[in-house]
């Protein structure tokens, strides 16, 4: 179907190109559901629009991106967003509990906070701060595994170009080093700049979401909870606790994803299998996490205590004087209060995220639609 449009006057003409709406069609054309499974724009290929003596040509925007989306680092990253938006959905009571535990309000135990909650402030306490959760989750998950994927990609190709080419090497004066960067494991690299690269990006949703889950009262919505802590702390109170954080996330993703790869290649290579099922896929993303989470949980705990300290009048002024703080009150075992609903959230939690991922993977990177 097209309009077109003429007009004259005397010697001068204004002329528009035919303009098409394309009709709606499987397969070919200019629209509709194409060969390979993506639905099609309607935009006319090629389109050109003249103005008097003036040529405008306009660029296939559809074909743009449809190609943009076709890309394998595209559909890491909406398979990590969706992944991580499911799993907190259905596991967001299980995160309540576990931080009010490590900072210790209510209950020492996993039932007994869970009745203070449901008595205080029934079902909907069990998702305090869920929608900031969700808010900090879908980029933090997106940016985490598609930070992971390409990295890793990325260090095994130069590692592949260093062992023909050799690697990069310093000059100090006429000694020559070569750096053995072929040493390195490309998953350990990828796991590290994950938790790093998210971290950093998304910290201050975390803030926010402690802030509401420990005290909904004094922090009732996000935008109130966003002003008020930088009102009283500026852009410091959104990035209280990044120190530990960091310190606590390193050896926390680059032991996650090492366990989950090596595990999951293992199992693959002994059953002789390509591909893992999804229960396969649930149980070793779970003791990745749980084996991750119980080797940083001290550092979880320091830096749980550096987020919401100010909430209790006693912030400590660094890691080192949030783990001492600890100790003096609590011994060593304190180190470890709340492990049990750490693990109880976090086994779960790795292993659902997994699940869901490689789920949204089989389907947004289809084999034809790689390039």
């Known amino acids: ?33 194409k060969d390979d499974g993506l639905l099609g724009a309607g935009l006319p290929k090629d389109a050109e629009y003249l103005f008097g003596d003036v040529s405008v040509r306009m660029p296939d925007v559809g074909a743009a991106v449809r190609t943009f989306l076709r890309r394998r680092e595209v559909g890491e990253f909406f398979s990590g967003a969706l992944a991580g938006a499911m799993t907190k959905a259905v596991l967001a009571p299980l995160e309540t509990i576990r931080t009010r535990m490590i900072v210790g309000v209510g209950s020492k135990h996993i039932f007994g906070s869970f009745v203070e909650i449901m008595e205080h402030n029934g079902w909907q306490g069990l998702w305090a701060g869920n929608a900031i959760n969700m808010i900090r989750i879908v980029p933090t998950q997106a ?40 040493l390195l494991s490309p998953v350990a690299i990828g796991g590290a700049a994950a938790g790093i690269v998210s971290t950093l990006v998304c910290h201050p949703l975390e803030v926010l979401k402690d802030r509401m889950t420990i005290n909904r009262e004094a922090y009732p919505s996000i935008a109130l909870a966003f002003n008020k802590i930088y009102r009283t702390d500026g852009l410091a109170g959104l990035y209280a606790g990044l120190c530990p954080t960091l310190v606590g996330m390193l050896p926390y993703s680059t032991c996650y994803y090492f366990m989950y790869e090596t595990i999951k290649t293992s199992y693959c290579r002994t059953h002789k299998k390509k591909s893992l099922s999804r229960p396969e896929l649930l149980i070793i993303g779970a003791l990745s996490g ?66 869901f991922y490689e789920a949204w993977k089989d389907i947004l990177l289809a084999p034809h639609l790689h390039i």
């Not at 097209?2 to 054309?29: C, D, M, P, Q, T």
């Open 143 to 182: 940016i985490e595994l598609g930070t992971f994927e390409c990295v890793k990609r990325s260090m095994t190709s130069a590692q592949e170009r260093w062992k023909e080419d050799g690697g990069p090497k310093i000059q100090l004066g006429g000694l020559t080093i070569e750096l053995p960067l072929h």
């Open 290 to 355: 749980l084996t991750a989470s119980t080797i940083s949980f001290p550092l979880e705990v320091a830096r749980k205590r550096l987020m919401v300290g100010a909430l209790q009048g006693k912030c400590p002024p660094h890691m080192v004087a949030a783990l001492g703080e600890v100790i003096r009150e609590e011994g060593l075992r304190g180190l470890y209060r709340g492990w049990a609903a750490s693990s109880l959230k976090v086994m779960p939690t790795s292993g659902m995220t997994w699940v």
């Open 1 to 33: 179907m097209g309009v077109e449009v003429a007009a004259a006057r005397g010697r001068n003409k204004l002329a528009f190109a035919s303009i098409g709406f394309a009709e709606v069609r499987v397969g070919g054309g200019g629209g509709g559901l």
